[in-house]
T-cell receptor, first 113, second 115 residues
Framework: SQQGEEDPQALSIQEGENATMNCSYK?????LQWYRQNSGRGLVHLIL?????REKHSGRLRVTLDTSKKSSSLLITASRAADTASYFC?????????????FGKGNQVVVIP | NAGVTQTPKFRVLKTGQSMTLLCAQD?????MYWYRQDPGMGLRLIHY???????AKGEVPDGYNVSRLKKQNFLLGLESAAPSQTSVYFC??????????????FGPGTRLLVL
């Protein structure tokens, strides 16, 4: 089954620095979504990028999608301590017929004040 | 709006006991999902529902049953709990897919410990 895979798994940065994480997937997709999970909480949707889009911005977030490489990246600029969280990518397969998202294992980001 | 709520927040069960987790959403979403999250495993889909009265199996359905009697509620049942079902359970809801799956809205989770 298709699954997003994030890389790297854990990232520790200083406040104010940028954080970049990547996600790869195996089959053609309709869209790719990024979610954030703070410790002990539910997932919160950050951004959705469709297969015909290459880049999308939302505040300090920038997402790129390269369908030829089957990969996506999430960039958080000017990180804050509050950005400390796990970040998950999720994909849905074209013609998957499964009405579901496949989540990756997550990237843990720690922003040091 | 409360969004997606889950009850209980935390539960301890003994092996063989049964329980039901309740998920409720007030966004009038057609689709609802149950996931489990284990360390290092990401989220795995247990069951999902595309509308009132319908349910379908996800990636890891064994040992669980679900019901969607009302549009706003999605129940997850464990008939005979096993230690392997110790996990954090998340419910989510979404609108139906348009050009691909839509944003999912998650509840706060239920931590289940099976002894």
């Amino acid at each position: 089954s298709q699954q997003g895979e994030e890389d790297p798994q854990a990232l520790s940065i200083q406040e104010g620095e940028n954080a970049t994480m990547n996600c790869s997937y195996k089959t053609s997709i309709n869209n790719l979504q990024w979610y954030r999970q703070n410790s002990g909480r539910g997932l919160v949707h950050l951004i959705l990028i469709r297969s015909n889009e290459r880049e999308k911005h939302s505040g300090r977030l920038r997402v790129t999608l390269d369908t030829s490489k089957k990969s996506s990246s999430l960039l958080i600029t000017a990180s804050r301590a509050a950005d400390t969280a796990s970040y998950f990518c999720a994909t849905d397969a074209v013609n998957g017929g499964n009405n579901r998202l496949a989540f990756g294992k997550g990237n843990q980001v720690v922003v040091i004040p | 709006n409360a969004g997606v709520t889950q009850t209980p927040k935390f539960r301890v069960l003994k092996t063989g006991q049964s329980m039901t987790l309740l998920c409720a959403q007030d966004m009038n979403h057609e689709y609802m999902y149950w996931y489990r999250q284990d360390p290092g495993m990401g989220l795995r889909l247990i069951h999902y529902s595309v509308g009132e009265g319908t349910t379908a199996k996800g990636e890891v359905p064994d040992g669980y049953n679900v019901s969607r009697l009302k549009k706003q509620n999605f129940l997850l049942g464990l008939e005979s709990a096993a230690p392997s079902q110790t996990s954090v359970y998340f419910c989510a809801s979404s609108r139906p897919p348009t050009s691909g799956m839509e944003t999912q809205y998650f509840g706060p989770g239920t931590r289940l410990l099976v002894l």
